[in-house]
Nanobody, 121 residues
């Protein structure tokens, strides 16, 4: 069974930094694209950043220049370094991974359980 476990959320101050991690466990063949999404109260879930298996990245305009997504394939882990935090970054952050399991011909998208990020002074 594949699981995505996020960590690193919590309370951050405006202008401060937080780093999120998401570790993939289970019997897998390959992890392709990985990404971070967030959902603020009363709003739809939105894309924050994605990274391909070749490490090409894509960011929402609202986080460009402040957030950095990276991955460590040896650890099956994706990270989100969040700098220059703003109160509007407050949300539940979810990681997502497109995973090819052994013996299956297509990728399946898995989600983490979410981690709360609150930016407040």
């Amino acid at each position: 069974q594949v699981q995505l476990v996020e960590s690193g959320g919590g309370l951050g101050q405006p202008g401060g930094s937080l780093r999120l991690s998401c570790a993939v466990s289970g019997i897998i063949f390959r992890i392709n694209a990985m990404g971070w999404y967030r959902q603020a109260p009363g709003k739809q879930r939105e894309l924050v950043a994605t990274i391909t298996s070749g490490s090409s990245t894509n960011y929402a305009d609202s986080v460009k220049g402040r957030f950095t997504i990276s991955r460590d394939d040896a650890k099956n882990t994706v990270y989100l370094q969040m700098n220059s935090l703003k109160p509007e970054d407050t949300a539940v952050y979810y990681c997502n991974a497109a995973i090819r399991r052994i013996g299956t011909p297509v990728d399946v998208h898995y989600w983490g359980q979410g981690t709360q990020v609150t930016v407040s002074s």
